[in-house]
């Protein structure tokens, strides 16, 4: 079976609709399987997203992005003296 990227507006989508249906009494194992989703995957999205809007999920992922770039440039001045 093919993996599925989702992106973080997804993710936060899926994580408010998992919230709504545990208000709703609905156990953990049923959320996952109407997710689509493993319980591994459920749970490491809480842990990234849990509490995000997505504005802020946005702006975490673009600063990673940059702070990629920034290693990067110092890995290659290191490097090169």
Not at 17 to 45: D, F, H, N, P
Request: charged fraction near 30%.
């Amino acid at each position: 079976m093919a993996r599925k990227r989702y992106t973080a507006e997804d993710i936060i989508g899926k994580l408010r609709s998992a919230e709504i249906w545990q208000a709703e009494g609905v156990k953990v194992g049923e959320v996952v399987c109407r997710l689509g989703v493993q319980s591994v995957t459920y749970y490491r999205w809480r842990k990234e997203y849990g509490g995000l809007g997505v504005d802020q999920a946005c702006r975490l992922k673009e600063l990673e992005a940059e702070n990629a770039g920034l290693r990067k440039a110092v890995s290659d001045l290191s490097s090169t003296r």
